[in-house]
C-alpha cells in the first residue's frame, strides 16, 4: 500500500523513488517545508452518548464463537 503510493506519487511527478520516498520521511517527522496541520481531538473528548442499540453491537462483536477456537 505504502510502496504503491509512493510509486504513484514519483510517476506523477516524474521524480525518482528515492526523492519521494526522502520527503515522505521528512513530512512525517516535521522537516517538510510545509505546516503538518494536527488534529488532537480534544474538543470532542468527553462527549460520547451512550445509546443501547450501539452496546448491544459492540457487546456482540465482543463476543468469542468457541467453535472456531478448537
Avoid at 525518482?16 to 488534529?39: F, H, K, M, P, T
Avoid at 470532542?44 to 468469542?64: H, N, S, Y
Wanted: charged fraction near 35%; aromatic fraction near 4%; glycine fraction near 8%.
Amino acid at each position: 500500500m505504502l510502496d504503491e503510493a509512493i510509486r504513484e506519487r514519483a510517476k506523477a511527478e516524474g521524480r525518482s523513488l528515492n526523492q519521494i520516498a526522502v520527503e515522505a520521511l521528512a513530512e512525517g517527522v516535521g522537516l517538510g517545508d510545509e505546516e503538518i496541520v494536527r488534529r488532537d481531538l480534544s474538543d470532542i473528548v468527553g462527549t460520547w452518548k451512550r445509546e443501547a442499540a450501539v452496546e448491544a453491537a459492540l457487546a456482540f462483536q465482543d463476543r468469542v464463537d468457541e467453535s472456531l477456537w478448537r
